[in-house]
RNA sequence: CGGGGCAUAGCGCAGCCUGGUAGCGCGUCUGCUUUGGGAGCAGAAGGUCGGGGGUUCGAAUCCCUCUGCCCCGACCA
């Protein structure tokens, strides 16, 4: 590719609306150009790369016996009436009627329509197990759609389902899917992680999801340094403590604390640190009641575990202040256990707690020296907090660190939910009907991107992985116009590597020096080589690893082995 | 959904408070010079100031309204 044929050009400021860097380099880089809110079109440069993406994910899918297909994006409502889920799904669902005011909806995933294809063509267990797949665009529309095509309203996701005659199947399916996920992203060149999930709504059973590693993740992940353990922080379960709870010291006494809230504001008060000052938050009930949970200061609710506590609303919602004052008779920055009608569990921690500090259900007022089964009840309790680095890793080897990471890849088993509700059944062995589990595999294909960049790029712009660039060679001629041996020297050379079976861009543009190098470390290619004068008369030719902060001399002859180390072997 | 903010040239912004026919930087085009890290000089193109309505002799500017976009919140004890 020519630069001087790319329209597209570069820019040197993003956009003020674009927030985080792989945005802004997507746009500067002219990547992606946004249409309306949270919907982008991909620019040529940009397509590539999604490409790059698809073409893994395609391979490995196919490795591992899935068959592509493609489902139609638009479906119709009746299909989700079936599943019950076009009551259940909300405003994310994109719905519309059509001239005949049929519903329908823009496809935010395809289980229902996989479940039907699945219904109709599937009779008996000889069929199975089966995975269809699909790399597919979907249309979700969020409440807040941001960070570009990061948290995009459309975006391209391979989706595939596993279909089973019986649940040994789908845990085996499960566990080719997890290796072909691993290859794929093994192969983008992307640092990730697999991680332990919750399963969400459907079936109790661990599911797993893929992370891009990189700071600006918006999940947080925990990790065993001595095993391979790894979860979501939502997901992570934080063991019960084994310890033993102090001894109770003074009897139970209340002081003042005006003004002070929060538990950083009590501690410093009362000189207690914060993990003996217990925090008290009062959650919706089942059934318009309240429920306390009781944790220590220094730890944070797990609202996903929260909401897993029977008699706890799920999704777990916290109480209004006028609940909070009708249940303890205080505003929450002064509320506590002590003596509350409604029903409590506290964090195996916080149980753990003697001679603790917390709220004294009066406005401006805290209980010191404060202990269970002395001065209140003997709490129920539950794993109710985050993990957080430097707890014990919950299979007993290690303690966990924290990372952030972006979710790209998310693997999980259906089990029955949609082959029953849409009657989706083959005969066994024995002649009889029976509903088919399923699996369920993601990947957000725009995202792989968007999270790459995410994790590698530095101050002068993209640092693509040399398996997902959009070209793996730019070819960066200095003073082409004036120069008839520089620009002989360097047609020749983008002729030979394209033979060779390289993605080379050949920056034949009249400009300065300083344009080009900026717009080639912008882009992010992998490997610069630069033509030049000098470089000629010395026989060799300047090569620069975007990676690598300084540029190698390399003679003519020994280009080749350069840049097979830098790009792996040739041929794209 | 609740709260806040923004909308002026392709991008980044000023002008608005205090009404008087729109400006800066980058980019684009032309010419000359320049050619190893986003060059210099000279010239040029490009804007219904988001839409509609109102006030006024006169509106980017004041008022009303609509739309679009962005940010924050939906763990706080």
Redesign the pocket.
């Known amino acids: 590719m020519r630069l001087s044929r790319l329209p597209v ?9 674009a ?1 985080i860097v792989s945005h802004q380099l997507m746009l ?1 880089a002219g990547l992606i150009r ?1 249409l ?3 919907i982008y079109t991909w620019l040529p440069m940009g397509l590539r790369v999604v490409r790059k993406v698809e073409r893994i994910v395609r391979e490995e899918m196919d490795a591992a016996g899935g068959l592509e297909l493609i489902m139609p994006s638009v479906q119709p409502g009746k299909l989700w009436r079936e599943s019950g889920r076009w009551d259940f799904y909300g405003p994310e669902l994109l719905r519309f009627t059509d001239r005949h005011d049929r519903e329908f909806c823009y496809g935010p995933t395809h289980e229902e329509v996989i479940t039907d294809i699945a219904r109709r063509e599937l009779r008996s267990y000889r069929q199975l197990p089966v995975t269809f797949y699909q790399i597919q665009t979907k249309f979700r529309d969020e ?5 570009g095509v990061m948290r995009a309203r459309e975006f391209v996701m391979k989706d595939a389902y596993s279909f089973h005659l019986d649940k040994a199947s789908l845990d085996e399916t499960y566990q080719v899917m997890y290796r072909a996920y691993s290859a794929v992203f093994e192969r983008t060149g992307l640092k990730f992680r697999a991680v332990e999930a919750d399963s969400g709504a459907i079936g109790g059973e661990v599911s797993h999801e893929f992370h891009v590693l990189a700071d600006s993740g918006e999940d947080a992940i925990a990790f065993s340094n001595a095993s391979d353990y790894a979860a979501n922080v939502e997901a992570a379960p934080v063991p019960r403590p084994s310890g033993e709870r102090a001894a109770a010291g003074d009897a139970m006494q209340k002081v003042a604390t005006p003004g002070a ?4 504001e ?1 501690s410093d008060m009362l000189s207690v640190p914060p993990e003996r ?1 217990l ?5 919706c009930g089942d059934n318009d009641d309240v429920v306390a949970l009781v944790l220590r ?1 220094d730890h ?4 996903i575990k929260a909401a897993k506590i029977t008699g706890v609303a799920d999704p ?4 209004g ?1 006028a609940q ?1 004052r009708s249940a303890a008779g205080a505003a ?4 506590g256990p002590v003596g509350l009608s409604c029903r409590i569990y506290a964090d195996h921690a916080a149980a753990l707690a003697s001679d603790f500090v917390c ?1 004294a259900n009066e406005d401006g007022f805290h209980f010191k020296s404060v202990n269970w089964d002395r001065d209140l009840p003997e709490p129920e309790t539950a794993d109710l907090r ?1 993990a957080r680095a430097g707890d014990p890793s919950p299979d007993g080897q290690g303690t966990l660190e924290i990372a952030r990471g972006i979710e790209v890849g998310h693997i999980f088993k259906l089990e029955t939910k949609y082959s029953e509700a849409m009657q989706a059944t083959v005969l066994d062995t024995g002649g009889k009907s029976v509903a088919m589990p399923m699996g369920c595999y993601g990947i957000g294909v725009t995202r792989v991107v968007a999270a790459a960049i995410e994790q590698n790029h530095d101050e ?2 993209i640092i693509w992985p040399a398996a997902i660039a959009p070209y793996q060679i730019m070819i960066v001629p ?2 082409l ?2 120069s008839a041996r520089v620009r002989e020297a360097s047609e020749k050379l983008y002729e030979r590597l394209q033979q060779k079976g390289y993605e080379v861009l050949f920056d034949d543009r ?6 080009k ?6 882009l992010g290619i992998p490997v610069r080589l ?1 033509i ?1 004068e ?2 000629i008369d010395a026989g060799t030719i ?1 090569c ?1 690893s975007r990676r690598e902060p300084d ?1 190698e001399h390399i003679a003519a002859d020994e280009l080749d082995a350069y840049l097979d180390s830098r790009l792996g072997s040739g041929s794209s």
């Not at 777990?316 to 109480?319: E, G, N, T």
């Not at 009249?510 to 344009?515: H, I, K, L």
């Open positions: 050009a570069t820019q040197k400021e993003a956009p003020a609306d927030e500067r946004k309306a809110a949270g409440i807040r759609p941001r960070f809230q929060s538990i950083a009590v000052c925090k008290t938050l009062f959650v200061g944070e609710l797990n609202a777990l919602k916290m109480a202040a909070v929450p920055g002064s509320v709220g985050n002068r712009g200095l003073n116009p004036k009249d400009a300065r020096p300083g344009v190098f900026a717009d080639c470390d912008l630069v030049a000098r470089g300047e620069k540029p």
